[in-house]
């Protein structure tokens, strides 16, 4: 069964860095694009940043030029190096990939489990 591992999360102080990995695992044929998304409490959750297999990628505005998001092909995994956090990043991070698990015919959202971050002096 294919399923998305997340890791990387913590507390961290404003300014600081964190560096969130991705990792789909299972019988794979093909990943379309991954990404990451994040909940905050209270909040609706909303887009942080897409990568294609490609390497074509798109930023909410929020993050763009603080977050990279990154992509291995060869290890099914996804990165999003996060830089320069500020205390409104705090929230559950949720992973994201449209792929293609073996015999399926279609490709299909698969999410992980979310891993918290925190901004906090």
């Known amino acids: 069964q294919v399923q998305l591992v997340e890791s990387g999360g913590g507390l961290v102080q404003p300014g600081g860095s964190l560096r969130l990995s991705c990792a789909a695992s299972g019988s794979i044929l093909g990943i379309n694009v991954m990404g990451w998304y994040r909940r905050a409490p209270g909040m609706q959750r909303e887009l942080v940043a897409t990568?294609?297999?490609?390497?074509?990628?798109n930023y909410a505005d929020s993050v763009k030029g603080r977050f990279t998001i990154s992509i291995d092909n060869a290890k099914n995994t996804a990165y999003l190096q996060m830089n320069s956090l500020k205390p409104e990043d705090t929230a559950v991070y949720y992973c994201?990939?449209?792929?293609?698990?073996?015999?399926?015919?279609?490709?299909?959202?698969?999410w992980g489990q979310g891993t918290q971050v925190t901004v906090s002096s």
């Open positions: 990568i294609t297999s490609g390497g074509s990628t």
């Open positions: 994201n990939a449209n792929l293609r698990p073996a015999r399926a015919a279609w490709y299909r959202d698969v």
